[in-house]
């Protein structure tokens, strides 16, 4: 496969990565008073969801949940850090 495809279909997965945990803060935001499992729940469908399109736009299932992790931890990593301040 051809570098400059693969590179556009990982900024493809990075865009709607962004646009679903964008998502997910919104719906957390709005749930503050749930209970943790619901949130837990909630946590694994957008992961899940967000998995599959990893593995939609032709990753391996072990790249699209290396992705899928690592981009889950960049988001809770900069929420961690806008909740500080």
Do not use: E, P
Not at 55 to 81: D, E, H
Request: charge should be positive; charged fraction near 15%; aromatic fraction near 24%.
């Amino acid at each position: 496969m051809d570098g400059g495809v693969k590179m556009r279909k990982q900024l493809m997965v990075l865009l709607i990565h962004q646009i679903f945990w964008f998502g997910f803060s919104f719906v957390m935001y709005l749930s503050k008073r749930d209970q943790l499992y619901a949130k837990f729940i909630l946590f694994l469908v957008f992961f899940y969801q967000l998995y599959l399109i990893a593995k939609f736009v032709g990753n391996t299932r072990k790249a699209s949940i290396m992705i899928t992790c690592f981009y889950a931890s960049i988001f809770f990593f900069c929420q961690l850090i806008v909740n500080l301040f």
